[in-house]
């Protein structure tokens, strides 16, 4: 029996779906925020070392409660996970990772010990989110809600990882296109928010709902940019941030954030599918590059996300393929990384695919998602610096002494942070592993962060060597006037002191006179050597013309008239 070709196209379109089933799906979410400095009872800027600090003090009025990880806790919760985690890194990103010891902790100094702190917040237990209008709702499980922050660096990093069994591969597409995003980027005729989910609601553990988004209030998306310059944060993430807040939002909070990235958040995913190789080459370049599913009238491999020419060398660029084989423990599994996402898909039916404490899965959740941070976390950091200098040099009037002095002290503080971050927190190689190794460098290098980098290092050392040259220009004026002063002082000295005479015969005078005698002197003296400081840069000329013999009589008697006329500088 013959079919139609809409029932071909329906069939193929069933068997597709149903070969790349995901049977388990995790998505990690890591969004870097700016922590802007907290202002002091005089007004000038504090520069936090420790925020975590701020948080730490609400007590109880906070969420977020500090974590005690499992390198300085107890034996029972150290695991074999972690401990592989552990190895996977070199010894100085273990130090930036995991602090030094339990010696150091006893001994009190967690602030040099522990470079990153991470606080949980565990009142989130579901996310039950809606991606386009009417579609079914789907409720993701909240694995952890977690803070990082980092000694030194007003960097700090939102993390939720969320998971969800069973789901199509489209439904799959459409969640790691849409959840992530921290506002809206626009809206349709109908006014539906675009490329966002169209619902987003927290759930508490006991299922009530805590907080939802409001994606679809374009009047006070618009009104907020239109008022402040800068984009509104939407309802159901601030409500996961708090009690830190927007700096543009109006409400108190100590710790205050900014955006320093583009709104999509970066992301993570773990796909486990019936059979990898039933995917085609759209559902791996859609994946990888995380552009959502394509056209609903598409069919099977149809319609790709970009031009063809685009994607020619998908594969070579972001594309990671050493497990890409019918062989091994964890066979036919493909990483995918564009440095804004790291997406690992493989077989469901692989034990070592799906075990969380040596497989593939405890790999992705420990070693991966720490290499990811720890990109994007330097791209933060720099972008950070580069935004201080900006905010510095918005600030500076030449002509306010004061708003001078702030703006080097600025500067001083960006190049000594900026040293700080080179020594603390800034390597190329992370591990000798091949995967970790290679997995880091295809991140760091489709994130640019060697090429930002050199450029913000390139801009501070700029910013640092005007300040030298303006001081060495300051102390140079300073010791000109002092010459000038000495010259012209010394014709006064000499003369009086010549052969220790004294003009005025004053030494049995009462005491009365000769108070009056050296007050007179003194405010003459004080007069003269003022008006040579005033005059100081022109004498310097007219010393500087009579030291050069190549100048007439007459030209260096016109270089100390000059030293009186009017109107020159």
Request: hydrophobic content about 40%.
């Amino acid at each position: 029996m013959l079919r139609t070709v809409d029932e071909t196209t329906l069939a193929t379109d069933a068997e597709h779906a149903d070969a790349t089933h995901v049977r388990h799906l995790r998505q990690v979410l890591l969004w870097p925020l700016c922590l802007m400095p907290v202002h002091g009872p005089r007004g000038e800027q504090d520069i936090h070392q420790r925020p975590w600090q701020l948080l730490r003090d609400l007590g109880e009025a906070s969420p977020w409660r500090e974590v005690v990880d499992e390198y300085t806790g107890e034996r029972g919760q150290f695991h074999e996970r972690h401990y592989n985690e552990f190895v996977t890194f070199l010894p100085y990103v273990q130090r930036f990772l995991y602090g030094e010891g339990r010696a150091r902790h006893d001994a009190g100094d967690r602030g040099a010990d522990s470079p990153m702190r991470v606080f949980r917040r565990r009142d989130i237990g579901a996310v039950r989110v809606v991606p386009r209008p009417g579609d079914t709702p789907v409720t993701l499980d909240i694995v952890h809600v977690d803070l990082y922050f980092f000694f030194d660096v007003d960097v700090v990093m939102l993390n939720v990882e969320v998971s969800v069994d069973d789901l199509s591969l489209a439904r799959t597409q459409d969640l790691l296109y849409r959840f992530g995003r921290a506002y809206p980027a626009g809206w349709d005729a109908q006014g539906r928010a675009l490329h966002c989910m169209a619902s987003v609601e927290w759930l508490g553990v006991d299922g009530a709902v805590l907080a939802r988004s409001d994606s679809q209030a374009r009047e006070a998306f618009l009104a907020h940019v239109c008022e402040h310059r800068a984009p509104r944060i939407a309802e159901h993430w601030a409500f996961v941030l708090k009690p830190l807040v927007s700096d543009h939002s109006g409400q108190p909070g100590a710790l205050r954030y900014r955006q320093i990235e583009y709104y999509r958040m970066p992301l993570m995913a773990y796909l486990a599918v019936d059979d990898p190789r039933a995917l085609t080459r759209n559902d791996f370049v859609r994946l990888g590059l995380v552009t959502g599913t394509g056209p609903a009238d598409s069919p099977g491999d149809a319609v790709l996300p970009y031009g063809e020419q685009h994607l020619a060398d998908f594969e070579q660029r972001y594309c990671y393929d050493r497990f890409w084989s019918g062989v091994g423990a964890a066979p036919n599994t493909r990483y995918l990384c564009s440095g804004h996402s790291l997406v690992v898909i493989g077989d469901a039916r692989s034990e070592f695919f799906a075990c969380g404490d040596r497989g593939v899965l405890a790999q992705f959740r420990h070693q991966h998602f720490l290499l990811f941070l720890i990109a994007h976390f330097q791209k933060a950091a720099l972008l950070m610096f580069s935004d201080r200098l900006v905010e510095a040099l918005k600030g500076l009037e030449i002509d306010d002494p004061s708003s001078v002095r702030r703006f080097k002290r600025a500067i001083r503080r960006s190049f000594e942070g900026f040293l700080r971050f080179t020594h603390r927190y800034w390597f190329h190689e992370v591990s000798e592993q091949a995967q970790a190794r290679a997995l880091f460098h295809m991140c760091a290098s489709h994130l640019g962060i060697d090429a930002l980098y050199a450029e913000v290092k390139e801009r501070i050392a700029d910013m640092n060597d005007y300040l030298d040259a303006d001081s060495l220009r300051r102390q140079a004026n300073t010791v000109v006037r002092l010459t000038v002063v000495t010259i012209f002082g010394l014709i006064g000295t000499v003369t009086t002191g010549f052969l220790g005479m004294n003009l005025l015969a004053e030494a049995d005078a009462p005491m009365t006179r000769k108070l009056w005698i050296f007050g007179a002197t003194f405010v003459i003296t004080t007069v003269l050597t003022v008006y040579t400081m005033s005059k100081s840069k022109r004498l310097s000329d007219f010393l500087d013309a009579l030291s050069d013999e190549r100048l007439s009589l007459w030209t260096k008697t016109k270089a100390l008239a000059a030293v009186w006329r009017p109107g020159r500088d």
